[in-house]
């Protein structure tokens, strides 16, 4: 498959557990983006990698949520200690570079119910 | 920072135009739009970079103000297959460690047959 994958497709988890989300980019896509979206509303910056840099962590909402990547490949958004305001989709996205003329494709989302 | 789209909805009929608009209170290098079908991820439309250029879809055209810092998309001879919410994501330099786009709430448009 040539698209953005990301599992699982839906997690149902328990006010307080850890969550792993997963995301597997276009390959040779350098840029990855992760989006929380909340029903009916827009789509929220959390993290963007490029390449070799720093991640900017700007959108991150709490130090309950991080985020991995390895390399050009695989990233995870893990979210510790998970509350009812976490249930969102989260949508992950990659582009070949960021910015500037490239689109961001994006996966088909986690749908994430804490309960 | 987030850009402000505007209308938040609006209904057609089948045939009919619709504008929708992205603005900005910060100078911009880029503008994308993308929509998002119920259910569904977003996917691209278009991009309009600072400068003029342009990437996009051949039915669906939009303008980049710079000095405004706006953008709008035109949708005309809508089809129901147009029916969806509509997100502009504005870049405000280019790649490097300021490449993500920060996304505006959406304008939610139906078509109607």
């Known amino acids: 498959g040539a698209g953005v994958s990301q599992s699982p497709s839906n997690k149902v988890t328990e006010k307080g557990k850890d969550v792993e989300l997963r995301c597997d980019p276009i390959?040779?896509?350098?840029?990855l983006y992760w989006y929380r979206q909340r029903l009916g509303q827009g789509l929220e910056f959390l993290i963007y990698f490029q390449g070799n840099s720093a991640p900017d962590k700007s959108g991150l909402p709490s130090d309950r949520f991080s985020a991995e990547r390895t390399g050009e490949s695989v990233s995870t958004l893990t979210i510790q200690r998970t509350q009812q305001e976490d249930s969102a989709v989260y949508l992950c996205a990659s582009s070949l570079v960021s910015g500037g003329y490239n689109e961001q494709f994006f996966g088909p989302g986690t749908r994430l119910t804490v309960l | 920072q987030q850009p402000v789209q505007s209308p938040q909805a609006v209904i057609l009929r089948e045939g009919e135009d619709a504008v929708i608009n992205c603005s900005s209170s910060?100078?911009?290098?880029?503008v994308h739009w993308y929509r998002q079908k119920h259910g569904e991820a977003p996917v691209f439309l278009m991009i309009?970079?600072?400068?003029?250029e342009q990437k996009g879809h051949e039915k669906i055209s939009a303008s980049f103000n710079e000095k405004k810092q706006q953008s709008s998309l035109y949708l005309t001879a809508s089809q129901l297959s147009y029916s969806g919410t509509y997100f502009c994501?504005?870049?405000?330099?280019?790649?490097?460690?300021?490449?993500?786009?920060?996304f505006g709430k959406g304008t939610k448009l139906s078509v109607k047959p």
């Open positions: 910060k100078a911009l290098y880029s």
């Open positions: 309009l970079l600072k400068g003029g």
């Open positions: 390959s040779g896509h350098t840029a």
């Open positions: 994501g504005t870049e405000r330099h280019y790649g490097g460690s300021q490449g993500n786009l920060i």
